[in-house]
């Protein structure tokens, strides 16, 4: 029997590559999102993450349609970077809708379909959930969100047979740079050109960074696991990097992210 695969925000980036490769491998692979993938391959039904009324049809679609869900995907997610003190509120609040709350809603609503075939969830996370890069706090503080919902979520759910990992992907060459918000910096002599720097740095770090092929390789092996792991880092030097964490004091990273990124 063939693998039901949803992948939130398959349209683009990693989630794309990501349908890409599962499809290849033979798997029925479903895109929810708010806009149509152009590979024809790729089943479309319409979605937005923080509605939960869409979730719940667009399931229930596939459902009602393949008889069974095998793996749920959350891709779907968005950036926004600049000073902490500009963010306006609704900003703040659109970021933690899609990239925490949109995780959950899908997990939440997913459930009853992948008990049924001791499915699993994989939550796309972001190194950045562990080095949290200035000027981007609000991106980091939700994908260390997602991270901490994950590991919870696996111990809720262990006793059902559904499986949860969460994968950490560092510097990822994809539209993801193009698409974040930048939050407008007013003429302040204490961020302005902090910001600029560091968001120039950032962008020139991604663009130079792995393929979303890699990333997509990395969830594929989560998937086909017996036992995935619960937390997986993509790329020899990511590993290395959370390796340092167990090394190096909390101010000791923390001064050589200023470095890199807040100078």
């Known amino acids: 029997m063939q ?12 989630g794309l590559s990501t349908a ?12 929810l999102s708010r806009h149509k993938p152009e590979d024809a391959h790729i089943r479309y039904v319409y979605c937005d993450v923080t509605n939960r009324q869409t979730i719940e049809t667009a399931l229930s ?44 809603n899908v997990c939440s609503l997913a459930l009853k379909y992948l008990r049924q ?6 939550n796309i996370g972001s190194l950045a959930s562990v080095f949290p890069i200035p000027f981007q706090s609000l991106y980091s503080a939700t994908k260390a969100a997602v991270l901490s919902f994950s590991l919870s979520l ?16 560092g510097d990822t060459k994809t539209n993801f740079t193009a698409n974040r918000e930048k939050t407008e910096i007013k003429d302040d002599p204490v961020y302005k050109d902090r910001v600029n720097n560091s968001i120039s740095r950032m962008e020139k770090d991604e663009q130079n960074g792995m393929s979303p092929q890699k990333v997509a390789d990395v969830v594929c092996k989560c998937i ?7 937390v997986v880092s993509v790329g020899l030097k990511n590993k290395f990097l959370r390796g340092l964490l167990r090394i190096f004091p909390t101010r000791t990273m923390e001064s050589i992210l200023y470095s890199l990124y807040s100078k």
């Open 3 to 14: 693998r039901v695969v949803v992948i939130t925000g398959a349209n683009s980036g990693i």
């Open 20 to 31: 890409k490769e599962l499809i290849k491998r033979g798997d029925i692979v479903y895109c």
């Open 61 to 104: 679609t596939i459902y009602n349609t393949e008889k069974h869900i095998d793996v749920v995907v959350n891709n779907a997610g968005m950036g926004i970077s600049g000073a902490t003190e500009y963010e306006p509120l609704e900003d703040i609040q659109k970021i933690i809708n899609i990239n925490l709350i949109g995780v959950i």
């Open 117 to 122: 075939t001791k499915g699993c969830i994989i």
């Open 154 to 169: 696996h111990n809720e759910v262990k006793p059902t047979g559904v499986k949860v990992s969460c994968v950490l992907p």
């Open 224 to 230: 086909y696991k017996k036992r995935p792991p619960l």
